[in-house]
């Protein structure tokens, strides 16, 4: 919505701009956790699936949340 408006940022609806903050601060602190994940694998041989599937979650959830805002992919 704030996207489509084409309208200056000062002009936004402060109460979405303030869910769209929260939303990609939620999903910055997934990103961190799939990292720091990754990072604490010691050995490259086991568990290589672990990560991919955080990362596949990660974006499962970006999806859930565009979803459950109505936005398109």
């Known amino acids: 919505t704030l996207f489509n408006q ?3 940022p000062a002009a936004w609806n ?3 701009f303030m869910q769209l903050l929260i939303g990609l601060d939620q ?3 997934q990103l961190e956790r ?3 994940q ?3 694998r010691e050995e490259p ?3 290589s699936e672990h990560p991919k599937l955080a990362l596949k979650n990660y974006f499962q959830g970006i999806s859930q ?3 459950g805002k109505e936005y398109s992919h």
């Open 6 to 8: 084409n309208t200056a």
């Open 14 to 16: 402060q109460t979405q």
């Open 27 to 29: 999903q910055m602190e």
């Open 34 to 36: 799939c990292r720091a």
């Open 38 to 40: 990754n990072v604490e």
């Open 45 to 47: 041989s086991l568990g």
């Open 65 to 67: 949340y565009l979803q």
